[in-house]
């Protein structure tokens, strides 16, 4: 990649250079961001990294300027900052910059950092795959016990959540052992048990400093805040959401879009008792759709809706990942039907109708053990491949990590 670094002070930009360089690319300094912007037609950087604090133009005016001519849509824009505020990352990321690092720059990782900013992919972390309820011993040591929770990384935004099911006290620890200010969003698919009962017990909305949005659907009249605080009246846990130390943001969701830090998240109300939401996450042109609790119903069934399965397939198409509600085979759903959950053979069809491109299993019931699930995966591979679908199927194990 050909490269402008941009920082008034010249130590930096050669620095930052020696470091590019050595990686391979090919680099042009500049200590004024006049001459920068000034060279960015003749030059045709693929990337920009720029300081913030530059007398002539600062870096985030820079920015803006180089991201408001359509000719240089291909140009990226990486801020390289001593400021280390969230309101200048945040503006960073709304004058057009794929992403924000920190000086001093860290002589191990700059480059693996900067590759990731600039990758456009989205890292997925498995912290609990069940269903229903937490499920420990030797049946599922393998693929895990724990409920419903997945953290979605794009770039160095603030972390997503999806779900606090008994998975999101691994990542409380996870998160603890970093030792660094936390700013991350709660994405609530619904307020059933095994997807909202280990938020009390997730820390990191305890400490002081952490900010946290807690985000998801009401229920009638009953907002998103009082979902979530009702668990934690002092009746059915002992602490209540005033000992949050951290600042804590409630929001209510319906379908919409909502969009931050270059990330743009679609929510769909799903076929699920009472209100739950799908999620769609698209980020620098890569899509990731979490699709949990939800049922398709089978044809032929008097609540069967080919509408809304188009509607769902046409929400999820052409997605890197589908992550979704797969809790029985074909077998145990004739007895299951109208519990709220998918089969095997209605996800094969929506994967294929959407023409995902790699689809995940979630949301195992509870009575299945690692065997059961093995089992399960290979009923989805010969029901994909009778479809004649070439979506890559697996179903991941807590702690697997995905990139796209």
């Given at each position: 990649?050909k490269f402008?670094v941009?920082?008034d002070?010249?130590?930096m930009v050669?620095?930052t250079?020696?470091?590019l360089?050595?990686?391979g690319?090919e680099v042009?300094g500049?200590?004024?961001?006049?001459q920068?912007?000034e060279?960015?037609?003749s030059?045709?950087?693929?990337?920009?990294?720029v300081?913030i604090?530059?007398?002539?133009m600062?870096?985030?005016?820079?920015c803006?300027?180089?991201?408001s001519?359509?000719?240089n849509?291909h140009?990226?824009?990486?801020?390289?900052?001593a400021?280390t505020?969230?309101?200048?990352r945040?503006?960073a990321c709304?004058?057009?910059?794929?992403?924000y690092?920190?000086?001093?720059?860290?002589?191990?990782?700059f480059?693996?950092?900067?590759?990731q900013?600039l990758?456009d992919t989205?890292?997925?972390?498995?912290w609990?795959v069940r269903?229903t309820?937490?499920?420990?011993?030797e049946?599922?040591?393998?693929?895990?016990?724990?409920t419903?929770?997945?953290?979605?990384?794009?770039?160095n935004?603030p972390?997503?959540?999806?779900?606090?099911?008994?998975?999101?006290k691994?990542?409380?620890?996870h998160m603890?052992?970093?030792?660094?200010r936390?700013?991350?969003?709660i994405f609530?698919?619904?307020?059933?048990?095994?997807?909202?009962?280990?938020?009390?017990?997730?820390v990191?909305?305890?400490?002081?400093?952490?900010?946290?949005e807690?985000?998801?659907?009401?229920?009638?009249?009953?907002?998103?805040?009082?979902?979530?605080?009702?668990?934690?009246d002092?009746?059915?846990f002992?602490?209540?959401?005033?000992e949050?130390?951290?600042?804590?943001?409630f929001?209510?969701l319906?379908?919409?879009?909502i969009?931050?830090d270059?990330i743009?998240?679609k929510?769909?109300?799903?076929?699920?008792?009472g209100?739950?939401?799908?999620?769609?996450i698209?980020y620098?042109?890569?899509?990731?759709?979490?699709?949990?609790?939800?049922?398709m119903?089978?044809?032929?069934?008097?609540?069967?809706n080919?509408?809304?399965i188009?509607?769902?397939?046409?929400?999820?198409h052409?997605a890197?990942a589908?992550?979704?509600?797969?809790?029985?085979?074909d077998a145990e759903?004739?007895s299951?039907a109208?519990?709220?959950?998918?089969?095997v053979?209605?996800?094969?069809?929506?994967a294929?109708r959407?023409?995902?491109e790699?689809?995940y299993?979630?949301?195992?019931?509870?009575?299945?053990?690692?065997?059961?699930?093995?089992?399960k995966l290979?009923e989805?591979k010969?029901?994909?491949k009778?479809l004649?679908s070439?979506v890559?199927?697996l179903?991941?194990?807590?702690g697997?990590?995905?990139?796209?």
């Amino acid at each position: 990649m050909k490269f402008f670094v941009v920082d008034d002070e010249e130590s930096m930009v050669k620095a930052t250079t020696i470091l590019l360089e050595g990686a391979g690319h090919e680099v042009v300094g500049f200590t004024s961001s006049n001459q920068a912007l000034e060279s960015v037609k003749s030059g045709q950087p693929d990337c920009l990294i720029v300081d913030i604090m530059m007398p002539e133009m600062d870096g985030l005016e820079l920015c803006r300027k180089v991201k408001s001519d359509p000719e240089n849509s291909h140009i990226r824009v990486i801020v390289l900052s001593a400021k280390t505020y969230e309101f200048d990352r945040s503006r960073a990321c709304d004058m057009g910059a794929s992403g924000y690092l920190t000086k001093p720059i860290k002589l191990d990782s700059f480059i693996s950092e900067l590759e990731q900013l600039l990758g456009d992919t989205f890292t997925a972390t498995f912290w609990g795959v069940r269903g229903t309820l937490p499920v420990p011993g030797e049946s599922s040591l393998r693929y895990g016990g724990n409920t419903s929770c997945v953290a979605i990384q794009c770039g160095n935004a603030p972390l997503m959540i999806f779900d606090a099911g008994s998975g999101i006290k691994a990542l409380s620890d996870h998160m603890m052992g970093m030792n660094q200010r936390i700013t991350a969003k709660i994405f609530i698919s619904h307020p059933h048990w095994d997807h909202i009962n280990a938020l009390p017990f997730f820390v990191p909305l305890y400490i002081p400093g952490n900010e946290f949005e807690i985000l998801g659907a009401r229920h009638g009249e009953t907002t998103m805040r009082e979902l979530m605080s009702a668990q934690m009246d002092g009746i059915y846990f002992p602490i209540t959401i005033r000992e949050f130390g951290a600042r804590v943001f409630f929001r209510d969701l319906g379908e919409e879009t909502i969009e931050f830090d270059n990330i743009t998240v679609k929510t769909m109300l799903l076929s699920h008792p009472g209100n739950c939401l799908g999620y769609r996450i698209e980020y620098q042109g890569k899509s990731i759709c979490y699709i949990t609790d939800n049922e398709m119903f089978n044809p032929g069934e008097p609540s069967h809706n080919p509408g809304y399965i188009q509607h769902l397939a046409d929400f999820c198409h052409g997605a890197d990942a589908l992550i979704t509600d797969t809790t029985y085979t074909d077998a145990e759903y004739l007895s299951k039907a109208g519990w709220g959950h998918s089969s095997v053979g209605q996800v094969a069809e929506l994967a294929a109708r959407a023409e995902v491109e790699n689809l995940y299993l979630f949301h195992h019931d509870p009575d299945q053990t690692d065997d059961d699930i093995d089992a399960k995966l290979e009923e989805m591979k010969n029901a994909l491949k009778m479809l004649g679908s070439n979506v890559t199927c697996l179903a991941p194990r807590e702690g697997d990590q995905i990139k796209h």
